[in-house]
């Protein structure tokens, strides 16, 4: 197995694209998951505000991230490197590829001087959380997560 990582291109919108789709089957949000090509297209090359790292397997794509960098602590004046997606092909789970992504976007983060990386998992994901909590990860203690949707805006 040569597993390499690189970042998205503009060519490669497409393949993020479908694996944020069968992501959203996945995680059974198919119904909310309404992005379109060029919305994403425009989220990562025009604003510049989500990144996508694509990982490849002797040349052939067969997962993704999505990243961002968002909120500046005003304690430390640090940034923080927020994981939006990961997703790795079933047929190639289970075989290190995640870990080394993981452990690329961990590079990332340090080489940006960020002050934490964060992401989100959902409680029912058992082999997602079995696999955060095995690359140091935590449920951070007196923190709660809150959303407001936009219908509320």
């Known amino acids: 197995?040569?597993?390499t990582i690189r970042k998205a291109t503009e060519d490669d919108t497409e393949i993020?694209?479908?694996?944020?789709?069968q992501l959203a089957e996945y995680k059974n949000m198919s119904n909310i998951c309404t992005i379109t090509i060029s919305e994403l297209y425009n989220l990562l090359?025009?604003?510049?505000?989500?990144?996508?790292?694509?990982?490849?397997?002797?040349?052939?794509?067969?997962?993704?991230?999505?990243?961002?960098y968002f909120r500046v602590s005003a304690f430390s004046g640090k940034r923080v490197l927020?994981?939006?997606?990961?997703?790795?092909?079933?047929?190639?789970?289970?075989?290190?590829?995640?870990?080394?992504?993981?452990?690329?976007?961990?590079?990332?983060?340090k080489e940006r001087n960020c002050l934490r990386m964060e992401?989100?998992?959902?409680?029912?994901?058992?082999?997602?959380?079995?696999?955060?909590?095995?690359m140091g990860g935590r449920i951070s203690d007196g923190?709660?997560?809150y959303t407001l949707e936009s219908e509320h805006f």
């Not at 397997?57 to 991230?65: D, W, Y």
């Not at 992401?119 to 095995?134: A, G, H, Q, R, V």
């Open 45 to 68: 090359f025009d604003e510049k505000s989500l990144r996508a790292l694509i990982v490849e397997n002797s040349g052939e794509a067969v997962g993704m991230a999505t990243y961002f």
């Open 143 to 145: 923190w709660l997560t």
């Open 16 to 21: 993020v694209y479908n694996y944020i789709r």
């Open 82 to 109: 927020y994981i939006e997606d990961m997703f790795i092909e079933e047929k190639f789970r289970a075989q290190g590829i995640g870990t080394h992504l993981f452990e690329f976007l961990r590079t990332v983060a």
């Open 119 to 134: 992401w989100k998992c959902l409680n029912w994901d058992s082999p997602t959380i079995s696999f955060y909590e095995k």
């Open 1 to 3: 197995m040569s597993v």
